[in-house]
Nanobody, 118 residues
């Protein structure tokens, strides 16, 4: 499985961006998908989760502003980010893990930079 993240860029505070994470390869083995971010000088943190069944979860700092979704037909997961803040500036990574009953595996995308100016 390969993951390709895209959609980052420079945006003013209050603006929006939509990140995409496109999967290729043995996509039928993919279960839950995660978006992480890593700001300069900080540890990588989990931002949002979407399970194979479509359940979602968010870190408190992005609740109400970010929405994670998946289009299984396109093998793509999205992170819609609204009301962006300078604190959201980070490299965003998508991560996928294998479904139950498949060989245990974890995959990472290459990261896409989001910069929010004040």
């Amino acid at each position: 499985v390969q993951l390709q993240a895209s959609g980052g860029g420079l945006v003013q505070a209050g603006g929006s961006l939509r990140l995409s994470c496109a999967a290729s390869g043995n996509t039928f083995s993919i279960g839950d998908i995660y978006w992480y971010r890593q700001a300069p000088g900080k540890q990588r943190e989990l931002v949002a989760t979407i399970t194979f069944g479509g359940s979602t979860g968010y870190v408190d700092s992005v609740k109400g502003r970010f929405t994670i979704s998946r289009d299984n037909a396109k093998n793509t997961v999205y992170l819609q980010m609204n009301s962006l803040k300078p604190a959201d500036t980070a490299v965003y990574y998508c991560n996928a893990r294998s479904r139950a009953f498949y060989p245990r595996a974890e995959y990472w995308g290459q990261g896409t930079l989001v910069t929010v100016s004040s």
